[in-house]
């Protein structure tokens, strides 16, 4: 898939603006990189993609998956290059601002459509720069969960996700995970070999919610039912919630404990 250059943008939280990155150069090198990750991954790991026919060639699109492991990006991102989509070009992905605090991450973070969002604050600038991804017809991935799974159990998702999604009418492509929360475990430094698994879900929209009032209690619905669609692609047990002694970062526990 060729992709569709973004145009010049407005101020956002891009570090590199995306037209800068729209040149073969800039391609051959994901695809090289691309190439490179599904060598260590297959030399590494057992693993299997299921599904790859749900990745639409074109956008807006919003991605979400379970978040469970460093190597998530990595891994998925060498599918969606495989796939024909562009990091830094048509394709970007939320990361919280500590990840860019750190030497030299910055640039590679940029040339890789990576931009920071500071958590649990409204983020007019985050917010921005996503409108402008979705106005130009570009993928957004995310993790509504809003950080690591402590346990790998799915964890509640946050309804300002599925706002977005809504108000914006996004197709969302929905990405379960399994097994890459034994890879690297919070507080592990080596990752370990054990088998991994992708699954792409179908392409959906929360179009039940468009064009209605979006009171709090429609938007905890509308979280729900996103968050339905990751745990349909997990095994059981990934499906629950964390453990009552987890820390639950998004959502209400009182809600959680009556609809689980």
């Known amino acids: 898939m060729s992709a569709a250059p973004l145009q010049p943008q407005a101020k956002t939280a891009l ?10 150069g800039h391609r051959r090198v994901l695809t090289l990189a691309a190439r490179f990750v599904f060598w260590l991954i297959d030399s ?4 299997k993609v299921v599904g790859l026919e749900q990745i639409p060639t074109t956008g807006p699109l919003l991605i979400t998956i379970n978040h469970l492991s460093v190597f ?12 024909g989509w562009q990091p830094g070009v048509n394709m970007f992905t939320i990361a919280k601002k500590e990840v860019f605090e750190k030497p030299v991450l910055p640039y590679f973070a940029g040339q890789l459509g990576l931009f920071p969002v500071h958590r649990n604050t409204l983020d007019v ?4 720069t996503i409108l402008y991804i979705f106005k130009r017809g570009g993928a957004l991935g995310i993790a509504p969960e809003g950080t690591r799974s402590p346990t790998g159990h799915l964890q509640l998702f946050q309804p300002s996700v599925a706002k977005i999604a809504i108000q914006k009418k ?10 890459m929360e034994q890879v690297m475990p919070i507080g592990s430094k080596f990752p370990r070999r ?4 992708i699954h792409f879900g179908p392409l959906y929209e929360l179009s039940e919610y468009y064009d209605k009032a979006l009171t709090p209690d429609e938007l905890e619905r509308a979280a729900w039912d996103m968050r339905a669609h990751i745990a349909a692609l997990l095994p059981e047990w990934m499906r629950e919630l964390p453990p009552q002694d987890a820390q639950v970062r998004f ?10």
Do not use: C, Q
């Not at 590494?44 to 693993?47: A, C, L, M, P």
């Not at 054990?194 to 698994?197: G, H, K, L, R």
């Open 44 to 47: 590494y790991f057992d693993w």
């Open 194 to 197: 054990v088998p991994i698994e």
């Open 125 to 128: 600038n985050a917010m921005r």
């Open 251 to 260: 959502g209400s526990v009182l809600s959680a404990e009556a609809k689980t």
């Open 72 to 83: 998530d990006l990595p891994t998925l991102g060498s599918v969606m290059i495989k796939a």
């Open 15 to 24: 570090l590199v603006p995306p037209e800068n990155l729209d040149t073969p």
């Open 170 to 179: 996004i197709p969302i492509l929905p990405i379960g995970l399994v097994g």
